[in-house]
């Protein structure tokens, strides 16, 4: 049976590939999480200005040309200071993981995503959201 990690909380997701965001939607909505997904900037900034997301998993980069997900990371950050955030990324770029880290970023996860990984790195920020620690 799988624990409900996520009940009281909302997460958003970012990711231009419709199939990891369904996955990813289906992953979280199993752990009792309110999910909402885009899958590219505009649709992000759109839902962000709707939602006020407790975590948000952020593609860093998209097909299209107009914003990254490091500018989604920045218009969270300003919009919901509290929001936690990881970051996804094909790439072992370590200087664009140190940048969003250094935005606030939380942590970050490689694809191909792993549901152990998603859920150990998941977990980790649920317990200090919890416990009041963003």
Do not use: W
């Not at 940048?99 to 490689?110: F, I, N, Q, T, V």
């Amino acid at each position: 049976m799988i624990e409900k990690t996520g009940e009281g909380l909302t997460i958003f997701i970012l990711d231009d590939e419709k199939d990891i965001c369904q996955f990813v939607k289906e992953f979280f909505a199993k752990r009792g999480f309110e999910v909402y997904t885009a899958s590219s900037s505009k649709a992000a900034f759109s839902t962000i200005k709707k939602i006020k997301p407790d975590i948000a998993l952020l593609d860093i980069r998209l097909a299209e040309k107009e914003a990254s997900g490091l500018d989604v990371l920045k218009s969270i950050k300003e919009k919901h200071p509290g929001c936690c955030s990881v970051m996804v990324t094909y790439m072992d770029d370590e200087k664009v993981v140190a940048r969003a880290m250094e935005m606030g970023a939380s942590d970050y996860l490689k694809k191909p995503l792993m549901p152990p990984e998603i859920e150990k790195t998941i977990n980790k920020i649920v317990k200090k959201i919890r416990k009041g620690v963003k």
